[in-house]
C-alpha cells in the first residue's frame, strides 16, 4: 500500500492543504473511502472530512476560497458539501463521537475506517481495526457488531463493494448479512435502489447478483422466495445475459443497467410486479412502463431481409416503440435471429427519418381526406398505420403506391 500516494494527493488537490490555515484547536482528518481508494492507487472524485467541532464555517469560508458551491446535507448534523468547478467535491462533517478512533470504529467497514490528518503534530494513517491489512488481504470486514443494525443500507454497500474492488466477505461479515437481510425493507427504495443499480452497472455482474441471492439480500428486496436450484438458474442466465450485452456489436451503455435489472426481475418473478417497480424500488416513470414491456414483449419481427431502404428500416424501428432499442436487444438474446448490426441499421434509420419521435407519414391526413372526399374520424388514424404495415411488408415502396392504395380504399 502506497502512504505517499495520500500525502501526493492532499498536495495536488486544490486548496485542500490551505483548508486548515488558521485553524489552531480544531483539528480535521481526510477520511473513509477516498483513502481507500488512494490506497489501491485509485484516484477518488470525492473527498470526505471530519472535524473534532462544528465544520459549517470553515466550509462556507473554504467554498468563497475556492470558487465552489456550498449546501447542506443534513443541518441537523452540521453535514455539508462544497462542490467544486471541476464537479469534484468535498464532503464536511463533524466526529461522531469524542474522538477520531471511536468515529472509524462506527464506520462500516474497515477498509473505510481510515483517517489522514490534515493539521496536527503527526502525519501519519491512523488505522485502528485494521483496514489496510484487510486491503492487503482483499477482505471486507464489518466494522462493529451492530454495523447493519445501525444502517442497514450497508449490507447493500459491501456486495457493491466487494464486487467493485474485488474483495471477499468475511465469515462473520456475510454470516451477519445473511442474518440481517431482512433489515434492508426497512430501507428507503431511493437507497436500495441507487446501490442496487451500481451493482448491476459494474464489470462483475454475476457475482454481484450471486452475492445477493446468497446472503438474502435481492429476495428480501424483491420480496422473493428461491430454491438453490432456482438462485442457481438465475446466476447462470444473468451471467449470460451481461456476456452477451458485452459482445453485441451495438452501444447499449446507457440502458446497460435497465436491460439488466429488466432481465433480472423477470428471471426471479415477483408476485406483485407493479408494486415492486413503484414503491419497492422507487424506479423511474420510464423505467416503470418499459420493464414489463421488455418481460412480456413475444411479438414475432419483421423478416430483416438485405438492401432494405432507409425509411422501411425506420418504419420497423417505429412499430416496436415504445422501447423498441431494448426491445431489440432483449429479442436478439431471446430468438438471435436478428444481428447487432441490424439492431444498430433500424436504430440509425429511425433516428434519421423521425421528427419529433415518429416517421412521417407518405400521405397526409389532409391529404386523405381530400382524397376520399368525407370526414374519415377514427378510420383516419387505422389507414395511416394501415399505410405504414404495408411499406413495412413490402405492399408499398413509394407515395404513388399509397397513392394508388388509398384510392382503392372509396
Known amino acids: 500500500m502506497n502512504i505517499d500516494s495520500i500525502r501526493t494527493f492532499v498536495r495536488n488537490f486544490n486548496g485542500l492543504e490551505q483548508l486548515t490555515d488558521g485553524l489552531e484547536t480544531t483539528r480535521c482528518w481526510m477520511v473513509g473511502g477516498c483513502l481507500r481508494d488512494l490506497l489501491l492507487d485509485k484516484q477518488p472524485e470525492d473527498v470526505d472530512l471530519a472535524f473534532d467541532s462544528d465544520p459549517t464555517s470553515f466550509a462556507r469560508r473554504w467554498s468563497r476560497k475556492t470558487g465552489g458551491r456550498w449546501f447542506w ?30 468515529d472509524l470504529a462506527l464506520r462500516d467497514f474497515t477498509i473505510n475506517a481510515l483517517a489522514w490528518p490534515l493539521n496536527g503534530p ?39 463493494h466487494a464486487v467493485q474492488l474485488s474483495l471477499s466477505l468475511s465469515e462473520e461479515t456475510f454470516r451477519n448479512i445473511c442474518h440481517s437481510s431482512r433489515l434492508i425493507k426497512g430501507v428507503a427504495a431511493e437507497r436500495s435502489r441507487d446501490e442496487l443499480i451500481k451493482i448491476l452497472a459494474g464489470s462483475d455482474i454475476a457475482s454481484g447478483i450471486q452475492l445477493l441471492l446468497r446472503t438474502g ?50 428471471k426471479c418473478r415477483p408476485r406483485n410486479l407493479p408494486t415492486l417497480l413503484d414503491s419497492g424500488l422507487r424506479l423511474s416513470r420510464y423505467q416503470q412502463r418499459m420493464i414489463p414491456q421488455l418481460i412480456t414483449f413475444k411479438e414475432p419481427l419483421p423478416h430483416l431481409t438485405e438492401g432494405l431502404s432507409r425509411r422501411r428500416q425506420a418504419l420497423i424501428f417505429e412499430s416496436l416503440q415504445p422501447f423498441a432499442l431494448e426491445k431489440l436487444v432483449r429479442w436478439n438474446f431471446r430468438r438471435d435471429d436478428v444481428t447487432g448490426d441490424q439492431i444498430t441499421a433500424l436504430h440509425e434509420a429511425f433516428e434519421h427519418e423521425q421528427v419529433f419521435g415518429r416517421v412521417p407519414d407518405l400521405i397526409s ?33 413509394s407515395r404513388e403506391d399509397a397513392l394508388h392504395w388509398l384510392e382503392e380504399q372509396k
Open 73 to 102: 446535507l443534513d443541518r441537523e448534523r452540521k453535514q455539508s458539501r462544497v462542490l467544486l468547478a471541476d464537479g469534484r467535491s468535498v464532503d464536511f462533517a463533524p466526529l461522531r463521537a469524542a474522538d477520531i478512533r471511536q
Open 122 to 160: 503527526d502525519f501519519s494513517l491512523i488505522d485502528p481495526l485494521g483496514g489496510v491489512g484487510d486491503l492487503e488481504n482483499h477482505l471486507l470486514r464489518q466494522c462493529g457488531e451492530t454495523a447493519f443494525e445501525d444502517d442497514p443500507l450497508r449490507m447493500l454497500k459491501g456486495v457493491r
Open 365 to 397: 391526413g389532409r391529404e386523405m381526406i381530400r382524397i376520399l372526399g368525407d370526414p374519415l374520424g377514427k378510420r383516419l388514424g387505422f389507414l395511416l398505420a394501415a399505410i405504414k404495415r404495408a411499406e413495412i411488408t413490402g405492399e408499398i415502396e
Open 217 to 266: 439480500l435481492l429476495e428480501a428486496l424483491f420480496n422473493v422466495s428461491l430454491s438453490s436450484e432456482e438462485t442457481e438458474s438465475v446466476v447462470h442466465d444473468m451471467l449470460a445475459f451481461a456476456r452477451y450485452l458485452e459482445h453485441l456489436e451495438v452501444h447499449v451503455a446507457f440502458i446497460w443497467s435497465d436491460l439488466i435489472l429488466a432481465y433480472l426481475i423477470e
